[in-house]
Nanobody, 121 residues
Framework: QVQLVESGGGLVQPGGSLRLSCAAS????????MGWHRQAPGKTRELVAS???????NYVGSVKGRFTISRDNANNTWNLQMNSLKAEDTAVYYC???????????????WGQGTQVTVSS
């Protein structure tokens, strides 16, 4: 059973910074990609940033230059450094992992429980 645990959300003023972390546990044979999605009230969930095992990154246009996704290979954790935060970044942030669990031949998608990020003065 693969589980994702997120940390690092909270309340921050506009222009401030937050760092989200996601830790994966369980029997993982291989990882394809990890990322962060967010969902604001009344909106659909959107991809914020992704990182493939090969090191390729992808960001939604609204966060380019402000957010950075990175991975700690040794611990199966990944982070989202968010700088210059804006009110429109307010949302519940979910970490995502696409992985092959041990003993399986099917790639699966796993999600964290979500962490609230509120940008407000």
């Amino acid at each position: 059973q693969v589980q994702l645990v997120e940390s690092g959300g909270g309340l921050v003023q506009p222009g401030g910074s937050l760092r989200l972390s996601c830790a994966a546990s369980g029997s993982i044979f291989s990882i394809n990609a990890m990322g962060w999605h967010r969902q604001a009230p009344g909106k659909t969930r959107e991809l914020v940033a992704s990182l493939t095992v090969g090191g390729s990154t992808n960001y939604v246009g609204s966060v380019k230059g402000r957010f950075t996704i990175s991975r700690d290979n040794a611990n199966n954790t990944w982070n989202l450094q968010m700088n210059s935060l804006k009110a429109e970044d307010t949302a519940v942030y979910y970490c995502h992992l696409r992985a092959l669990p041990s003993g399986s031949y099917l790639w699966k998608d796993y999600w964290g429980q979500g962490t609230q990020v509120t940008v407000s003065s």
